[in-house]
DNA sequence: TAATATGATTTATG
DNA sequence: CATAAATCATATTA
């Protein structure tokens, strides 16, 4: 920029022989070397820069070469090699030998039997058949709900296997790349090949720690939907009349102990198509409702109270006592079958 | 929309 | 563990 100008004056100076010294001393002082000598300088170093560089690799390239042809090279690399097979024996004396994690291992569990990890579309229905199961097989209207649960966890499930596939991915490219890596350097130093397996496992165990932490957020996701499945299931749903009948009809006709036992209570189940969790569910709270409030419960009462003695009248023509259910206004204390109610 | 009914869950008890 | 009792959360009704 600024030397064209000097160079001028340097000239001009150079040319006036009148006035020597001064302008002379300036010009190579301050000019001249100052900006065109520093430039110099830069690419001086920068060439050689590159220059060294390029030299430094064409002659390791070069002594990588000849040391492989050396003709001492085999037997002195053995030397190396066995030097250290036994300090990596040492070393490796001390640690090694990995336990199959069980955190690892209840995650994978997990994820199994949540349909998450396992077959595509049988472990997606089986999930969701278990699911029903457990929903108390109150019909077949909770279709609609498992099917916003079933199509949430099959997202999950995409999104997990997506990432698992990239993990892997990325873990085998970078496995062989490193192998790779390795295999070249061996043949300069000594690498055994429990070396590189060493270098894998541990690349692996690196890799399966961040599979884990996917595993991990898989199954809270999971638990997530779980758990809002659930509250969504804790939505009740009362039974159909029919099966409340049929519930009332055991009550008003056992009042004197309406504690049906295991076997009837699954009978009642079945006939009412619900659980046995369920009817013990019904009879607890009817039991402690009506005990609350028999007023309440009396026309109830009657009204099964009638019906069952209609049925049993027509059941059995005997002309004796026909079995009466038990009177509502003396629930609290036991009152025998036999004792007789009118109304 | 408030009140009540009702199935489920939680807590307490023997 | 079965049940009682209290409580929750929703469904149904008035």
Redesign the pocket.
């Known amino acids: 920029m600024d030397e064209q100008p000097r160079l001028m004056h340097s000239h001009t100076g150079v040319g006036m022989a009148g006035h020597p010294g001064l302008p002379q001393h300036m010009q190579e002082g301050t000019g001249g070397t100052d900006g065109d000598g520093r430039k110099q300088d830069i690419g001086d170093i920068l060439q050689q820069i590159m220059t060294i560089t390029d030299q430094s690799l064409d002659e390791a390239q070069a002594r990588k070469h000849a040391l492989n042809c050396h003709r001492m090279k085999p037997a002195l690399f053995n030397v190396l090699c066995e030097i250290k097979e036994k300090t990596v024996l040492s070393i490796r004396g001390a640690q090694e030998e990995e336990p199959p994690d069980p955190q690892l291992m209840r995650l994978d569990n997990m994820l199994l039997a949540e349909g998450v990890s396992g077959p595509e579309k049988g472990g997606g229905s089986a999930a969701a058949a278990a699911a029903a199961a457990a929903s108390?097989g109150?019909g077949a209207d909770n279709s609609a709900e498992h099917s916003d649960y079933r199509a949430k966890l099959s997202q999950i499930r995409q999104i997990y296997h997506t990432e698992l596939e990239k993990y892997e991915q990325a873990c085998n490219e970078f496995t062989t790349h490193v192998m790779n890596l390795l295999r070249e350097q061996s043949r300069t130093r000594p690498i055994s090949p429990k070396e590189i397996e060493r270098m894998v496992s541990i690349i692996h165990r690196k890799f399966s720690s961040i599979q884990m932490q996917l595993k991990q957020s898989t199954c809270e996701a999971v638990m997530i939907l779980r758990s809002r499945f659930?509250?969504a299931?804790?939505?009740?749903?009362?039974?159909n009349k029919q099966a409340?009948e049929i519930l009332n009809e055991y009550f008003y006709s056992h009042l004197s102990n309406p504690?049906p036992s295991?076997e009837a209570k699954e009978e009642l189940a079945k006939k009412c198509a619900?659980?046995v969790?369920?009817v013990?569910?019904?009879?607890?709270?009817?039991?402690?409702?009506y005990?609350?409030n028999i007023g309440?419960f009396q026309e109830e009462a009657n009204m099964y109270a009638a019906r069952t003695a209609v049925n049993a009248a027509n059941a059995s023509s005997h002309g004796s006592q026909a079995n009466s259910p038990s009177t509502p206004n003396s629930a609290g204390s036991p009152c025998t079958r036999s004792m007789p109610i009118t109304r």
């Open positions: 108390g109150a659930l509250d299931r804790r939505k009740r749903r009362n039974f409340t504690y295991e619900i659980t969790a369920q013990s569910n019904w009879f607890g709270n009817k039991r402690i409702r005990k609350k309440k």
